[in-house]
Each structure stands twice: as structure tokens, then as C-alpha cells.
């Protein structure tokens, strides 16, 4: 089986829930574009219908097709995305994360304040930070694109298109330009990818490209 | 901090506790915060309206240093309390400001 990309996003409950929904699927929907196969799940194994709970979004990216249909949660993310940045004081968000993994946090503090939150920080291959909530500020609040609805409200009008654009960035799985055919706010999404910082650590490996 | 119930009463988790004014062990809700209130002793009144108004009583009075306590491992940061303080004693900081506070729990709730 060909090496599958796995990528989680960590988010909080009802309030950045359909931000980090857009992000898992916009993204995925970006790089099947590129003739990627793709898998994007919204959560059930937490409690998404709570404000504020910690939950998680998956995505799945490989270049052949995936055989793990049924399991939905992703028990080794190569890629860790953090909407809300507080989460890495609750929760090991690196759990599972193979070393030289890629972590990439929504925050304007600096990466070195950030890497203090995260013990297990040498399993990183890259961190990543990038102020989407300064850079849009909107945090959409709408369930009708879960469970395989409908998403009426637009994918990508609020924090999630600069966050896409530093993770088209950064992780090099999608291009900027098909994110651009997706996402509403085309503006925010540009700026994340101008506007993110990255860090890399020795243990980056070679399958990967943490770069931009 | 268990309580020891008999076998042939036994309930399940959750359904027999302690007052919950104390910090306990598996109530633990801090990693839903993002904001944190902070408390000035110097203008707190001990008017305990805070200790009212939390809907999860996070506050309690500490009669030996006659201040107010506040569980950090179970409140949520919903600001209710900063909302109803009379004596404007509490405000709003953010969560990631502080280094202490640390709670990593296995499942995400």
C-alpha cells in the first residue's frame, strides 16, 4: 500500500467547527484536483455538538488509491493542524505522529513560546505558525455542510482560507491555485501563504517536503 | 480522592461526588478554556456573586485566607463570572498567557 498522508485537524466545538470542517475538505478537494486520492471525514468519535470541546477533523491524502475506508480516525497524523491555539495546553496533540511530522498552529505568538506547550516537540519535523484569526477574524457557525450536506455557507469564508494557504504552503500537497478555486475569501487565503513562518528541525524526512 | 461505596450500591462514575466546589480528579474540563478570569484580591468585595453566578461553582470562599479559590481544572472559561463581578475585580486574560494550568487529557473531552 502506498504511503497515505494523514492529516488531523484539531479544533473547538460548534464555534470553529465548520472553519477546521473547510480546512479538511478543501484541502483534500485541492489536492484530488492534482489527481491525488482523497479521503476527508468530519468527526464522530468526539462530542462536535459541544461549544468549545476539543474535536477533530481528518483528511487523507495519497497518490494511489486508499484502502482504509472504514476507519475514519487518523491514529498517525503526519500533518497536525490547530485552529485554536489554547488546544495545546489540553490535549497531546502530537499523539501518533510519526517523527518528522508537521504541526501548524493558528496563533500570532512566536513558535519558540508555542514549542514550550508541546513536550514531545522532537518528533516535529516542522512547526508552522500563522495568524489566520488576524488575518480574517470570521468564524463561521453553520452544520449544514456536515455529514455529507450541502455546505451553504461558502467553504473557506473565515479563518480556514488562510490556514489553507499556509498548509498549501508549507506542505506542498496542493497548489495554491486550486485552493484559490474553492475557498471564498481568495484574499485571506493568499495572505496566509505570504504571511506564514515556518521552523524546521533536523528530523525532517525525505518523503516529505516542509518547505515554502 | 475516590469514595469508597459499597459493592452492592455501586453507581456508575459520575453519579455520587463530592460537592463540587473542590477540585477533583477526572472533572476535569480546563482544556475547553480559552479565556481565563483572573482575580484582584485587592478589590474583591467577598459580595460571592461569582460563587453564585458559576454555573459550575469554580469559586469558593478559603476561610483561612478569607479569599476567594478558584478551581482551574474544572472551569470552562465561559465568563460569566467576569460578566457578573460587581466590583470589577475580575477580568479576561488569555488562556495562552499563562504557562501553568497545564492539563493534557487522553480523550479529547
Known sequence: MAKVTEITVWTRGVVMDKEARDVANAFSQAAKMEGKFVQAFDNYEDLPDRVLVTTRKYARISDEEIEMKYLYTNAHPDVVVIVEPTIVKGINVLKGMPEGGLLIINTNRSIDYMLKFIPNADLLGAIATVDADGISGIKTVDFSGSEGGVDTAGIGAGIAAPLLGAMAKVTGMAKKENIAKIVTNVAAMERGFNEVKIQKFRKSRAEYFWGG | ?109
Request: hydrophobic letters at 35%; aromatic letters at 12%.
Open chain 2, 1 to 109: 480522592m475516590a469514595i469508597k461505596v459499597p459493592k452492592d450500591r455501586e453507581v456508575p462514575f459520575g453519579a455520587i461526588t463530592p460537592a463540587p466546589v473542590k477540585q477533583q480528579e477526572l472533572f476535569i474540563t480546563s482544556n475547553w478554556r480559552i479565556v481565563r478570569p483572573v482575580i484582584d484580591h485587592d478589590k474583591c468585595t467577598r459580595c460571592f456573586t461569582c460563587y453564585i453566578a458559576c454555573p459550575d461553582s469554580c469559586w469558593s470562599f478559603n476561610e483561612k485566607e478569607e479569599k476567594m479559590e478558584w478551581n482551574w481544572k474544572f472551569c470552562k472559561g465561559c465568563q460569566i463570572c467576569i460578566h457578573e463581578c460587581p466590583a470589577d475585580a475580575l477580568s479576561a486574560a488569555p488562556e495562552l498567557d499563562f504557562e501553568d494550568g497545564v492539563v493534557r487529557l487522553e480523550k479529547p473531552f
